[in-house]
């Protein structure tokens, strides 16, 4: 059975980062419909058909909302390897790994990875038109696509140091046939990171809920989970869920 420590701490931070608040600028029939390719290929054919020139789509909010979640996070963090491996887990066309990649002071492997090849051909497009460098000269952007319930295609065990699930998992579970992949999503996410690695997710789910949620799917992995409040915008709570594998957890 999982163990699970819970952990709360507020914020009192408000942030100022552009929020697109998932309910009100998608359909119904898109939302109903969130863990299907041809919905994300359809959602980012169009959004790009509106503007000559690119722009990225951040869901909730942007990098720097969380950046002194992460970057303190991959600075603490050691590893055996030339680089730090990180996964932007369903990236859209947001700034996220980008903004990771270009702002993390020790070498990282940034992978942005989505189930939509349209959004990553955009992504690909926009980092060689704009030649995005790294603060660190020995970092590393890759953009794949890649289905998130299958993670162990493109990564070993015990091979990620963090992954960043900004709203991949909220799309997940608020979509009509969307929950039992969110459950194989994590599960996929426990099994690729190294016990010193963590997920983190990035979601308006009340704590109530996520909570509950976590500790079902995770219940036969031993795992620590943190909750943080990030901020507030628009009367929308959002938090951060750091989920941290542990190899013996004492009950």
């Known amino acids: ?22 309910h009100s600028s998608l359909t119904s029939e898109l939302i109903a419909n969130m863990d299907k390719k041809a919905t994300w290929d359809r959602f980012y054919a169009d959004s790009s058909s509106r503007t000559r020139q690119f722009k990225n789509f951040d869901w909730f909010f942007g990098f720097e909302a969380v950046r ?11 590893s055996t390897e030339a680089f730090l491996q990180v996964l932007d887990m369903g990236c859209g066309t947001s700034s996220l790994g980008p903004s990771i990649y270009q702002h993390c002071p020790v070498p990282v492997w940034v992978t ?7 959004a990553v051909r955009l992504m690909k497009e926009h980092v060689l038109a704009e030649d ?31 992954i960043v699930d ?3 998992t909220d799309a997940l579970l608020r979509s009509k046939e969307g929950p039992g992949k969110a459950g194989l999503v994590l599960k996929q996410c426990l099994e690729v990171l190294r016990h010193s690695g963590s997920l983190l997710q990035f979601s ?3 704590p109530d809920a996520r909570l509950l ?5 995770a ?22 869920y750091q989920v941290t594998p542990r190899l013996n957890v004492q009950q």
């Open 166 to 168: 900004k709203g991949t």
């Open 213 to 217: 949620w976590l500790e079902m799917e």
């Open 1 to 22: 059975m999982a163990v699970l420590l819970f952990k709360t701490s507020s914020c009192s931070r408000t942030f100022t980062a552009t929020c697109v608040r998932l």
């Open 68 to 78: 002194n979640l992460i970057m303190p996070l991959l600075q603490t963090k050691s």
């Open 112 to 118: 942005c990875a989505d189930i939509s090849p349209v």
């Open 132 to 162: 995005v460098h790294s603060r660190n000269s020995f970092s590393q952007l890759d953009f794949v696509e890649l289905d998130c319930t299958q993670l162990h295609r493109h990564f070993g065990s015990r091979t990620v140091d963090l």
């Open 219 to 240: 219940r036969e992995i031993a795992a620590e989970v943190c909750v943080q409040e990030v901020g507030e915008k628009r009367g929308v709570c959002y938090y951060c």
């Open 204 to 206: 308006d789910e009340d």
